[in-house]
Nanobody
Framework: QVQLVESGGGLVQPGGSLRLSCAAS????????MGWYRQAPGKQREFVAA???????NYADSVKGRFTISRDNAKNTAYLQMNSLKPEDTAVYYC???????????????WGQGTQVTVSS
């Protein structure tokens, strides 16, 4: 059984910063890509950022230059540093990861439960 647990969300003023964490736990042999998605009220879930096990990153145009994704492979944890936050960044942020639990079995995709980020004055 594998779990992804996000933390670090909260209320912040425009222009402020937050750092989200996503910790994977359970039976884990290897983790390929880890990523962050977000869903604002009344909108579809959208891609924010992703990072491969080798450290290659990809970002949505709306967050480039403001958000930074990173990971600590030894801790099975991914981070999302969010700077210069805007009200339109308000959403529930979800962690996503491709995880191989047992060698020789299929790699599966997992989602966390989400953490709320609210940007408001």
């Amino acid at each position: 059984q594998v779990q992804l647990v996000e933390s670090g969300g909260g209320l912040v003023q425009p222009g402020g910063s937050l750092r989200l964490s996503c910790a994977a736990s359970g039976t884990i042999f290897s983790i390929n890509a880890m990523g962050w998605y977000r869903q604002a009220p009344g909108k579809q879930r959208e891609f924010v950022a992703a990072i491969t096990s080798g450290g290659s990153t990809n970002y949505a145009d709306s967050v480039k230059g403001r958000f930074t994704i990173s990971r600590d492979n030894a801790k099975n944890t991914a981070y999302l540093q969010m700077n210069s936050l805007k009200p339109e960044d308000t959403a529930v942020y979800y962690c996503n990861a491709d995880i191989l639990s047992v060698r020789g079995t299929p790699r599966l995709n997992y989602w966390g439960q989400g953490t709320q980020v609210t940007v408001s004055s």
